[in-house]
C-alpha cells in the first residue's frame, strides 16, 4: 500500500510532525473568495431534411453531443507558486473518483509543526499520517497539503497564532491558501459551498484561523490535537467544527482545548447542554444542542498527540496513544458531508 513506501520516513519524521512547542500547553483561545462558474456548451445538430416553411423534427432526427471529453486521470503532484514574494509548495490530488464535469469539495490538510527531514516533508507526511488521499478516492473529493516554511531551527510551520508555531507572525501564510484556492477555481470546477480545513497540531490552529477570519470561504473545520490560539476571533459567521483532542496530549493541554471549544460553541449560539454523538471504547464525541452552526467535541481517553485512526507511530517516540476506537479521517468527512456553506 502508498503509505507503507514511505514508512521509514514516516517513522523518523513523526516524531514532530505535530509537534508545536510547549507553550501550545499554556495558550487559551473573513475575506470572500469570488466564485466563478463553469458550464459546458452542447451543440445539438438536427439532422433530418425540413422544409424552410415548417419546424417539425423526423423522427430519424438524430442528436450529437458535442460536449468535449473531460480528463478523469489522477492527479497526484507537487506544484509551486510564488506568493508574497517566496515560492511556496502545495500536493494536490485530484482522484480518479471526482467528476470533473461536475463541482467538486476541497479539503485542505495542513501539517503540523515539522523538523528538516528532507526539503518540504512535512505536507508528504501529513498525507501519509492521516490516509486523507485513501479517503478523497473512495469519497470523491480534491485535497491538498500546503507546505508550511521554515524557522530558524527548521521547523516547518504555519503562523497560525502567537501560540504556534512559526517565528514570523507576519508571514502571510492565509493569504497562501487563498491563492492555491484561487488556482484550483482557475483549472477545475470546485464547489464553493464545500471548502474545509482540517490538521494536525499547529495545522489543526491553522484551520481555527481559517475559520476564524475566513468564514466565508471555509463551510466547516476539524482540528486535530490542537485549541484556538487566534486572538481576536470573530467570525463574520458562526462555523460548524469538529474538534478531536486527547486527555493525556502532552504538547496540547485536553483542558484548555476543551475550554476553547467551549467558547466556539458560544460563538455558535449554541445552548449550554450537549449529548452523545459516538461512542466507541476509549473514543466518545459530544454534540451542543441549539446551534446555529454545528459543534462537536471528540475525547480520546488516555489519547496523545496523535492522529486517531492514522499511522500508528508517534507512541514509539513518546508522542502518546494513537487510538483505532475512532477514525479521525472518517469522522470529519462524515461531518464535513453534512456541512456546506449555507
Request: glycine share 6%; aromatic share 8%; net charge negative.
Amino acid at each position: 500500500m502508498r503509505h507503507h513506501t514511505t514508512a521509514a520516513l514516516v517513522a523518523a519524521a513523526l516524531i514532530a510532525l505535530a509537534a508545536c512547542s510547549d507553550d501550545a500547553s499554556d495558550t487559551g483561545a473573513a475575506d470572500a473568495a469570488d466564485a466563478a462558474d463553469a458550464a459546458t456548451d452542447t451543440e445539438v445538430a438536427d439532422t433530418a431534411a425540413t422544409s424552410p416553411d415548417t419546424e417539425a423534427t423526423s423522427p430519424d432526427t438524430e442528436i450529437v453531443d458535442t460536449t468535449p471529453d473531460v480528463p478523469s486521470d489522477p492527479i497526484d503532484e507537487e506544484r509551486l507558486m510564488t506568493h508574497d514574494g517566496v515560492e511556496r509548495l502545495w500536493r494536490l490530488y485530484v482522484p480518479e473518483s471526482v467528476d470533473r464535469a461536475s463541482p467538486a469539495p476541497v479539503v485542505f490538510n495542513f501539517h503540523g509543526a515539522t523538523p528538516p527531514l528532507g526539503t518540504n516533508t512535512a505536507s508528504l507526511l501529513q498525507a501519509e499520517l492521516t490516509l486523507m488521499k485513501d479517503k478523497a478516492a473512495a469519497e470523491g473529493f480534491i485535497v491538498v497539503h500546503p507546505q508550511g516554511l521554515s524557522n530558524a531551527n527548521g521547523r516547518q510551520t504555519w503562523n497560525a497564532a502567537e501560540a504556534c508555531c512559526s517565528d514570523d507572525l507576519t508571514r502571510d501564510d492565509e493569504g497562501f491558501v487563498l491563492a492555491i484556492l484561487a488556482a484550483l477555481r482557475d483549472e477545475f470546477l470546485i464547489d464553493d459551498r464545500r471548502i474545509y480545513a482540517t490538521g494536525i497540531s499547529n495545522g489543526g490552529f491553522m484551520s481555527f484561523a481559517l475559520a476564524c477570519h475566513h468564514a466565508d470561504v471555509f463551510a466547516a473545520i476539524a482540528p486535530v490535537a490542537a485549541l484556538n490560539g487566534t486572538t481576536p476571533c470573530d467570525p463574520s459567521r458562526p462555523v460548524p467544527a469538529l474538534v478531536i483532542n486527547g486527555t493525556d496530549d502532552e504538547l496540547v493541554n485536553y483542558d484548555l482545548a476543551a475550554a476553547t471549544v467551549a467558547v466556539w460553541a458560544s460563538l455558535n449560539g449554541c445552548d449550554a447542554t450537549t449529548s452523545s454523538s459516538f461512542q466507541n471504547g476509549d473514543s466518545a464525541c459530544d454534540a451542543w444542542s441549539g446551534c446555529d452552526a454545528a459543534v462537536e467535541f471528540c475525547t480520546v481517553t488516555g489519547g496523545g498527540h496523535t492522529w486517531p485512526g492514522g499511522i500508528d507511530v508517534f507512541e514509539v517516540f513518546g508522542y502518546g496513544y494513537t487510538t483505532m476506537d475512532l477514525s479521525a479521517t472518517d469522522a470529519m468527512w462524515d461531518f464535513f458531508l453534512a456541512h456546506p456553506l449555507p
